[in-house]
């Protein structure tokens, strides 16, 4: 298994770039994504599995052994995977079979898992059954025809940028905070947020009332940015495409964010530093900065009217330009605006530290209402070429 390792506020394993992510945002995405189906010149199953095995066959090629690739995959949080003959594979617990869900009809939705095994095996892969469906276990069909490894899509090389120090920007907060971040920082990185593949494991990682996984940056860059290309050709409006994606940010920032806030870990740790909401959103930024999200930056603070963070070396805009050529588009970044959203919206809209329930009601009735909302922009893109994201959130 590659080693883990930390760099301008992105963590790596195996030379790729693993972010952590919780069931409701991978759930949410893998929906958006399907929603795709029908699209010209478009597979939406397809993508959804390749992404993944293109990854994989790149670790096999880096030296991975297969039992490495199998442990990886458990400690990573994506569950308990092993293999039953030379065609068949299965997972008795599942982050995508047990943990992520769907709107409306059952399915088989492991179609990450399918594309591991693909990129483990180099043979083609589809989900045969599914706990979705009834079945006991979710399991994997291998079909012996040889995948094609020309379809490697990391095509650039793309350095990393130095990050400033805390406070580097003119008129950025009116006070500042007495969070220490790297305190945080270092209290985040020694929590055991891995899964575990022994005999009475699941590979599962359970904190913060969601369940992680430590996935791959490049695997969701892939997924969302085929897809918004692909709704772009057929004549989808723009801001349409960007809001679906957005939404699965915002989503992500309710329960993860929202759980994070609610952890016995951020009242022992954050809380005891914070006076106010500010300081909150310093804290929770400095969450952020453990998760390999990039490192983000608060360049102003105008509480209840406008806040404004900079991201150096995000994830989407790395990984953006990692994939394609310098875009013309500097609000790509669909991740970071609905991340950042949420992140207000939890503090300014509906006031976490009131410890609401953050269940499905509250979601919808009061922190997905639109009244009372603020708005996102991004004005800066790494995407576009620049040296940073921008992130603006007004009223």
Same mark, same amino acid.
């Given at each position: 298994?590659?080693?883990?390792?930390?760099?301008?506020?992105?963590?790596?394993?195996?030379?790729?770039?693993?972010?952590?992510?919780?069931?409701?945002?991978?759930?949410?995405?893998?929906?958006?994504?399907?929603?795709?189906?029908?699209?010209?010149?478009?597979?939406?199953?397809?993508?959804?599995?390749?992404?993944?095995?293109?990854?994989?066959?790149?670790?096999?090629?880096?030296?991975?052994?297969?039992?490495?690739?199998?442990?990886?995959?458990?400690?990573?949080?994506?569950?308990?995977?092993?293999?039953?003959?030379?065609?068949?594979?299965?997972?008795?617990?599942?982050?995508?079979?047990?943990?992520?869900?769907?709107?409306?009809?059952?399915?088989?939705?492991?179609?990450?898992?399918?594309?591991?095994?693909?990129?483990?095996?180099?043979?083609?892969?589809?989900?045969?059954?599914?706990?979705?469906?009834?079945?006991?276990?979710?399991?994997?069909?291998?079909?012996?025809?040889?995948?094609?490894?020309?379809?490697?899509?990391?095509?650039?090389?793309?350095?990393?940028?130095?990050?400033?120090?805390?406070?580097?920007?003119?008129?950025?907060?009116?006070?500042?905070?007495?969070?220490?971040?790297?305190?945080?920082?270092?209290?985040?990185?020694?929590?055991?947020?891995?899964?575990?593949?022994?005999?009475?494991?699941?590979?599962?990682?359970?904190?913060?009332?969601?369940?992680?996984?430590?996935?791959?940056?490049?695997?969701?860059?892939?997924?969302?940015?085929?897809?918004?290309?692909?709704?772009?050709?057929?004549?989808?409006?723009?801001?349409?495409?960007?809001?679906?994606?957005?939404?699965?940010?915002?989503?992500?920032?309710?329960?993860?964010?929202?759980?994070?806030?609610?952890?016995?870990?951020?009242?022992?740790?954050?809380?005891?530093?914070?006076?106010?909401?500010?300081?909150?959103?310093?804290?929770?930024?400095?969450?952020?900065?453990? *998760?390999? @999200?990039?490192?983000?930056?608060? /360049? #102003?603070?105008?509480?209840?009217?406008? &806040?404004? !963070?900079?991201?150096? %070396?995000?994830?989407?805009?790395?990984?953006?330009?990692?994939?394609?050529?310098?875009?013309?588009?500097?609000?790509?970044?669909?991740?970071?605006?609905?991340?950042?959203?949420?992140?207000?919206? *939890?503090? @300014?809209?509906?006031?976490?530290? /009131? #410890?609401?329930?953050?269940?499905?009601? &509250?979601? !919808?009735?009061?922190? %997905?209402?639109?009244?009372?909302?603020?708005?996102?922009?991004?004005?800066?893109?790494?995407?576009?070429?620049?040296?940073?994201?921008?992130?603006?959130?007004?009223?």
């Amino acid at each position: 298994m590659g080693k883990l390792t930390r760099q301008g506020g992105q963590t790596f394993m195996g030379g790729l770039n693993r972010v952590f992510h919780c069931n409701h945002y991978n759930a949410h995405l893998q929906m958006s994504i399907l929603m795709s189906v029908g699209l010209p010149e478009h597979d939406p199953e397809l993508l959804l599995i390749e992404a993944a095995s293109v990854l994989v066959q790149r670790l096999k090629n880096s030296g991975y052994s297969q039992k490495e690739l199998i442990n990886e995959f458990s400690f990573c949080g994506f569950g308990w995977l092993q293999q039953v003959n030379e065609r068949l594979w299965e997972t008795l617990f599942s982050h995508y079979g047990d943990s992520t869900y769907t709107h409306g009809k059952p399915g088989k939705v492991g179609y990450f898992n399918a594309g591991y095994i693909q990129g483990i095996t180099g043979y083609v892969t589809e989900q045969s059954k599914a706990k979705q469906l009834g079945d006991s276990v979710d399991q994997y069909q291998v079909d012996l025809t040889q995948v094609d490894t020309s379809t490697e899509y990391l095509i650039n090389a793309m350095p990393l940028s130095p990050v400033p120090e805390r406070f580097a920007f003119e008129g950025c907060c009116a006070r500042q905070t007495a969070v220490d971040e790297n305190k945080v920082i270092e209290a985040v990185q020694s929590l055991p947020l891995f899964g575990r593949c022994g005999t009475h494991d699941t590979g599962l990682i359970d904190a913060f009332g969601v369940v992680l996984t430590h996935h791959f940056a490049d695997y969701y860059n892939r997924i969302s940015y085929q897809t918004y290309f692909a709704m772009r050709q057929a004549g989808i409006p723009e801001e349409d495409i960007k809001e679906i994606f957005i939404q699965s940010g915002h989503i992500c920032a309710f329960n993860t964010f929202g759980g994070i806030m609610s952890s016995p870990e951020w009242y022992a740790v954050v809380e005891p530093q914070c006076q106010n909401r500010e300081d909150w959103l310093h804290g929770m930024i400095a969450v952020i900065n453990a *998760l390999g @999200w990039g490192m983000y930056r608060i /360049e #102003k603070i105008v509480a209840e009217k406008e &806040f404004i !963070v900079r991201i150096y %070396n995000s994830y989407e805009g790395v990984g953006y330009r990692r994939l394609y050529p310098a875009s013309t588009d500097k609000s790509l970044s669909f991740l970071a605006m609905g991340a950042m959203l949420g992140l207000i919206h *939890l503090l @300014w809209k509906v006031d976490i530290r /009131e #410890k609401p329930d953050l269940d499905q009601a &509250f979601y !919808v009735s009061q922190f %997905n209402n639109p009244n009372n909302s603020y708005t996102v922009e991004q004005t800066h893109a790494i995407a576009a070429g620049d040296e940073y994201d921008r992130i603006l959130i007004y009223k």
